[in-house]
């Protein structure tokens, strides 16, 4: 795919999504923090139902410390993989408060130190909080750059590396919420709705989903 299309592809995007961010609920850096953690293999759907409660009552490291881990499970508990999750925010908010005065900071290394929180974690927070042009790969986006050619790679890191390799500097800080939302909603795992895609003409994907001239079922190309 030449820069001309992935131009093209952004501009496409940016207009089909005005407003693109994530859709956790949040309003501090810290409570953006506790979100990204419990999303790993969860929906936001389900994060947002567990941090509402979660929050009204401890939304600071100090707070949920004071929770502590029995008692914060009590409110994530239909999240996937709570244990893990509660014990690694419990030590998360300890370490904030040991290192970095209570506050999320606002470098790479320090996120990536703290337990629970990965690459793509720290780049949500980086992008998301604190408006870092970075781009974090989830499931979605690796699908969508795969199948429209647009980054294609073998994981995440390669994806990520070619993101930010070859999307347009202008495009570059929302380009994480405009494919993952395109992935989510448009460019789905199972069913892509490619009849409904703002960039279907770019796409180079081989096995396209069209529906039939006659109004019959759909076929694919390729």
Not at 88 to 100: E, G
Not at 104 to 122: C, D, H, Y
Not at 166 to 187: E, F, W
């Amino acid at each position: 795919m030449n820069q001309m299309k992935r131009r093209q592809i952004f501009e496409r995007l940016s207009q089909a999504i005005p407003d693109p961010t994530t859709e956790l609920k949040y309003t501090t850096p810290f409570e953006l923090l506790i979100a990204v953690v419990l999303s790993a293999q969860a929906t936001d759907k389900s994060v947002n139902k567990a941090t509402e409660k979660l929050f009204a009552v401890a939304n600071t490291p100090e707070k949920i410390l004071a929770l502590g881990e029995e008692g914060l499970k009590r409110y994530i508990r239909h999240i996937g993989l709570y244990n893990t999750k509660a014990r690694n925010i419990i030590a998360l908010c300890r370490q904030l408060l040991d290192r970095h005065g209570g506050e999320v900071p606002r470098r790479r290394e320090a996120l990536e130190s703290l337990p629970g929180v990965g690459r793509k974690t720290a780049n949500v927070v980086l992008n998301t909080a604190f408006g870092e042009p970075t781009i974090a790969v989830d499931t979605h986006i690796f699908r969508v750059c795969n199948r429209t050619g647009l980054a294609p790679g073998k994981n995440v890191r390669q994806v990520e590396d070619k993101l930010n390799r070859h999307t347009p500097v202008a495009y570059k800080k929302d380009a994480h919420h405009l494919l993952i939302l395109h992935g989510r909603y448009v460019c789905t795992a199972r069913r892509p709705k490619c009849d409904r895609c703002v960039i279907d003409d770019l796409c180079e994907y081989p096995h396209k989903r069209l529906p039939q001239p006659d109004g019959g079922r759909e076929r694919t190309d390729g």
